[in-house]
């Protein structure tokens, strides 16, 4: 059983008439994902791809059973459509939208930390199980079903490695996008913990980035608890300091933020470093998982 | 306590909520001033008043009087009736129920509403307990009171407890109701006569900007002529568009579709022997006018020697960028060498979009970078 999703998820795709909603449920559904419902409110009765459309979350739930609900609601409605996926319990909410206030992820975050509610995100691609389920928004072609886990901060990045991978006959068995920040709800090290326990996963990939510290929480768990082989990319050796390089998260403002720093951390807590994607194929061909 | 009707129903009017127009009647004395037909409420702190007789319609004065006079000589449920609250006679469609309540069973605030509201609530709640919507509210503790009082006593201004208590919550206020991401008074200094702020640093949440957008802006407005620094000019000109954009000192120019990918643009070109000229990605949902936006700022910087567009779509529709290439392209005269990788979401789209108007793509990211590499040094 795949971390998070697997072939028996029932996702529910909140924002679901939306132009990006709508094209992302049609990919979704055609890669072979149940999506069961969606929600827009004032849109309830319509029909997208097939897909049953209610005006709130506790009809979808009561008509559908939806475990997972991934959200296309753009960020100044973000707060409300969390709030209400949490309060029906829904084990995983995943947030794509950027540019959700603060404030906002602060109440999202400690209301689904209360509820037991799991949350991936915000500015996250979503997560993919190749072969299993996808709530996410990754390219079919560069997902293959596999052993490799990852996760990343970037979505893209992630895109560029499981191409590569993919291309050269890895596959993958969960591609985990926690987000670009500045605030998360799934860290780095939850999801490490997480392939740590799974069965399905052989070896992990971790793709990081300059700012903020989770590179070096992620060290601290490899380096006490990793039992399978992490091979780690960490990107922006070039960004300069107090420059916004994309992401909210993604600034250095001290001397621990950097890529070196971080590289230097998990080298240390025995992860190997990749300088390129290309790299990380060579490393798993060589350690034959 | 529990508030008598004419109480609660003040309360409701004084937060705007639509009552009743009505007068409160001690004796016969106060029947003036009022038009017919009035409903008379016996002021009693006992529910099911309805049933127990205690509420009338009368049609006119004289019915009002006796009325009146014979609810004032009653007593409701061991209640004499003091006091009878007179309304106006409300065109009803509908009734419905709607309560907060303690719900002691859960430690939670609760919302209870019920399409079946009036006076038969309590025979509903027992016949037919699922025509009444129960709902849970989640409350955040908030600012416990104790904290400023536990600092001061801490920072050793423990003689002046209140007034930091009060500045505390202030400033606490401030952080919470303009989206702060940082309020900070450094130096906090205490003088003879006080409290009082030397030195404040406050930073906005931007991505507030929605709820925000007429206090951030005339802060925004208030400060432009005043922290004029020099910009360069395609800086300047990726504000003004909202794009992504680092200036760097290197030749090879860059648009991404996604952050990390752009970060590892960069890394792979130094790694080339190449030096970026810049940083630039197309963000979330970016679209047909967001890439034209960006080709207009990265070009804007004349260092640009070469120019590479890497696109990986997921939410990035390549058919949209190719849209906004194509368009770029059309209104203006490109003198540096174009490198596209491209692939995605609708990549076969994009790719047709753009070799129509003589561009080839490449799917592979390394090789685009030392393509562009190697043009930027001509």
Request: net charge negative; with cysteine.
């Given at each position: ?289 | ?47 099911g008043?309805?049933k ?45 129920y ?14 209870m509403?019920s399409a079946a509201g009036g006076m038969d609530i309590e025979e509903v709640a027992q016949r037919s307990p699922q025509r009444i919507i ?245």
């Open positions: 059983m795949t971390i998070l999703v697997n072939e028996r998820t029932r996702l529910l795709v909140q924002g679901i008439t939306g132009k990006v909603g709508s094209f992302q449920a049609k990919i979704m559904k055609d890669y072979g994902t149940t999506i069961v419902a969606g929600v827009t409110p004032g849109k309830g009765g319509a029909t997208v791809y097939g897909i049953p459309v209610y005006d709130y979350v506790e009809e979808a739930v009561e008509a559908h059973r939806p475990d997972v609900a991934l959200s296309f609601v753009p960020a100044r409605f973000a707060k409300d459509a969390a709030i209400e996926a949490i309060e029906n319990q829904l084990k995983l909410i995943i947030l794509t939208a950027a540019g959700i206030p603060d404030q906002d992820m602060v109440a999202i975050l400690n209301f689904a930390a209360s509820s037991g509610v799991q949350v991936l995100g915000p500015d996250t691609p979503g997560l993919v199980s190749p072969g299993k389920c996808k709530a996410g928004v990754h390219p079919n072609r560069v997902l293959k079903e596999g052993k490799v886990g990852i996760v990343s901060k970037s979505g893209a990045l992630s895109y560029e490695v499981c191409k590569l991978l993919t291309e050269s006959g890895i596959g993958q068995s969960t591609i985990v996008g926690i987000g670009g920040g500045p605030l998360w709800g799934l860290t780095q090290r939850d999801v490490l913990a997480m392939f740590e326990e799974d069965s399905e996963t052989g070896i992990t990939i971790l793709l990081g980035e300059v700012g903020g510290m989770m590179e070096h929480e992620a060290a601290a768990f490899i380096e006490k608890y990793a039992r399978k082989p992490v091979i780690a990319l960490i990107v922006g050796y070039d960004a300069p300091r107090g420059a916004q390089m994309g992401h909210a998260g993604a600034i250095i403002e001290g001397d621990r933020e950097t890529a070196e720093s971080k590289v230097k951390a998990l080298k240390q807590a025995g992860a190997f470093i990749a300088d390129n994607p290309a790299e990380i194929v060579s490393r798993i061909e060589s350690l034959g998982v | 306590m529990r508030l008598l009707e004419f109480q609660a129903k003040r309360l409701l009017r004084e937060q705007g909520i639509p009552v009743p127009n009505s007068k409160l009647l001690i004796s016969s004395e106060d029947l003036h001033d009022l038009s017919y037909p009035i409903v008379l409420k016996a002021q009693v702190p006992v529910g008043r309805g127990a007789g205690a509420i009338k319609t009368v049609f006119d004065a004289q019915e009002a009087a006796s009325t009146l006079r014979a609810l004032l000589n009653t007593t409701v449920k061991d209640h004499p009736v003091k006091a009878v609250l007179a309304e106006e006679k409300v065109a009803i469609e509908k009734e419905l709607l309560s907060f309540l303690i719900d002691k069973h859960a430690n939670r605030p609760m919302v509403a129960k709902k849970h509210v989640t409350l955040c503790p908030g600012l416990p009171n104790y904290l400023p009082r536990f600092l001061a006593k801490r920072l050793g201004a423990e003689p002046h407890t209140k007034a930091f208590v009060e500045l505390f919550s202030k400033l606490f206020y401030i952080f919470q109701d303009y989206d702060a991401t940082l309020v900070e008074i450094n130096p906090l200094v205490v003088t003879p006569t006080g409290l009082m702020a030397l030195d404040a640093k406050m930073l906005l949440d931007d991505k507030a900007r929605f709820r925000q957008g007429e206090r951030f802006d005339e802060f925004l407005k208030e400060q432009a002529p005043l922290v004029a620094e020099a910009k360069p000019e395609a800086e300047r000109l990726a504000e003004e568009k909202g794009i992504t954009y680092v200036q760097l000192d290197g030749t090879v120019g860059m648009i991404s579709d996604g952050a990390g990918t752009g970060m590892l643009a960069l890394d792979l070109i130094k790694a080339t022997g190449g030096e970026a000229a810049n940083f630039c990605e197309l963000g979330v949902f970016g679209g047909t006018e967001t890439m034209r936006d960006a080709m207009e700022v990265v070009l804007a910087n004349s260092q640009t020697k070469a120019l590479l567009i890497s696109l990986i779509g997921g939410l990035t529709r390549m058919d949209e960028v190719a849209e906004g290439i194509v368009a770029y392209l059309q209104q203006n005269e490109v003198c540096v060498p174009l490198v596209v990788r491209m692939c995605g979401t609708e990549e076969e789209r994009g790719k047709e979009m753009l070799r129509a108007v003589g561009i080839q793509t490449l799917d592979d990211l390394p090789t685009a970078v030392r393509t562009a590499v190697s043009r930027a040094k001509g």
